[in-house]
């Protein structure tokens, strides 16, 4: 099945600087690569999401790039603000929500 | 709107004790489920529903029972509860069943001690 790697799991930046979380996957066949956000005593919550046909998709501050080739997808956070600290998890998935498969998460703080 | 209500937020259990974990949505989403996040290991997918009468096992499925009777609700029991058991249960919804993926929907979560 598909395996999902996370790097770094912990990340500290100074606000305005820019952060990059990285994940890699196994099967090739995967297709949608979501990012979910969770602030502390929260749910998680989707911020950006990419598909395979799509290199790269940005929304604001935050932008996902994907390398189908090599497997792995990446976040962007740009212009960084104490409002992003949480653990931002990435997920890969093929065919159905019921294959989506979760790395291990990231926890992002920003200093003021 | 409420969107995934989880109830209880905190529960404490003795082990071999069993108990249900509420989850509902008003979204009228047809996929529902469970998940687990353990330190270091992401969220890992319990059991899930593609609608009312319809569960079936995700990767952890083992000491967790489901039903979803309605649209609505989709409790998750455990039925002799283990230390192994110790975990934040998430519930998700989305409008997206069966074939395809869409975003998922999250309750608040659920932390559960099995002493």
């Known amino acids: 099945g598909e395996n999902v790697e996370q790097h770094p799991s912990t990340l500290s930046v100074q606000e305005g600087d820019s952060a990059v979380i990285k994940c890699t996957y196994s099967?090739?066949?995967?297709?949608?690569f979501p990012w979910y956000k969770q602030e502390l005593g929260k749910g998680p919550q989707l911020i950006i999401d990419?598909?395979?046909?799509?290199g790269e998709k940005k929304d604001q501050r935050i932008a996902v790039t994907l390398n189908k080739t090599a497997k792995h997808f990446s976040l962007h956070i740009t212009e960084t603000q104490p409002e992003d600290s949480a653990v931002y998890f990435c997920?890969?998935?093929?065919?159905?929500?019921?294959?989506?498969?979760f790395g291990a998460g990231t926890r992002l703080t920003v200093k003021p | 709107n409420a969107g995934v209500t989880q109830t209880p937020k905190f529960q404490v259990l003795k082990t071999g004790q069993s108990m249900t974990l509420q989850c509902a949505q008003d979204?009228?989403?047809?996929?529902m489920s469970w998940y687990r996040q353990d330190p270091g290991m992401g969220l890992r997918l319990i059991h899930y529903?593609?609608?009312?009468?319809?569960?079936d096992q995700g990767e952890v499925p083992n000491g967790y029972n489901v039903s979803r009777s309605t649209t609505e609700d989709f409790p998750l029991r455990l039925l002799s509860a283990a230390p192994s058991q110790t975990s934040v249960y998430f519930c998700?919804?989305?409008?997206?069943?069966?074939?395809?993926?869409?975003?998922?929907?999250f309750g608040e979560g659920s932390r559960l001690t099995v002493l």
């Open positions: 990419i598909r395979s046909n799509v």
């Open positions: 979204m009228n989403h047809e996929y």
């Open positions: 529903s593609v609608g009312a009468g319809i569960t």
């Open positions: 997920a890969a998935s093929k065919n159905n929500n019921n294959d989506m498969r």
């Open positions: 099967d090739s066949a995967s297709n949608y």
């Open positions: 998700a919804s989305s409008y997206v069943a069966g074939a395809g993926t869409g975003e998922l929907f």
